[in-house]
């Protein structure tokens, strides 16, 4: 049996790494008029502000609490061979936000600066999307299996209920927010073909 708790989190780290990898193919694609590349630079900008937006407002505010509150000290507490894993975990969600709002700083810079600071965004960026999958690999291989060897059925209930409450637009499967549902939308329509469904 598959809990409710673990799909989801499944879900959400599927729909989040294929934000992240389309965040990755937009900033190599780049902005202007590159041969191959019509994405205006307004458009690009607004793409990747977007883009961050989702990163910073969904997995901060929604997912990463309900693990750091919830899943985390339950798993430290029953199978405390993860426990070093789990701090690591816990440092990446403690400085994931002030990670994501340097790369809103750093585009922004980026755009009304021009293109002396276009590689220090780029930089930061791949670094941030390495290390964001990683931690979300790190989960699934070590986290989620000691989870369901070692917890019973009063964790899985509360923790079915609290992340049931999620509300993901990327994953379309659990109770949506309008809200959450116009970003997406707004993201895959402006975001360029083969990344997205817009002009480009």
Known sequence: MVHVSIRIIRDEHAALAAMLRSLRAMVERGPGSVPGNVVESKDYFDVLRAMLFYIDEFPERLHHPKESDLLFPRVARMAPETMET???????????????????????????????????????????????????????????????????????????????????????????????DQLFSRIVMQTPAPIGVGAG
């Open 86 to 180: 789990i701090v690591r975990l816990e440092q990446d969600h403690s400085t994931s936000e002030a990670d994501v709002r340097k790369l809103q700083h750093l585009l922004l810079a980026w755009e009304l600066l021009g293109e002396a600071r276009r590689a220090d965004f780029e930089q930061a960026v791949y670094r941030y999307l390495d290390a964001y999958l990683k931690h979300m690999l790190l989960e699934e291989t070590v986290i989620l299996p000691a989870a369901i060897r070692v917890l019973n059925d009063a964790d899985w209930e509360e923790l079915d209920a609290a992340f049931a409450s999620n509300c993901d637009p990327l994953t379309g499967k659990y109770p949506r927010d309008p809200a959450y």
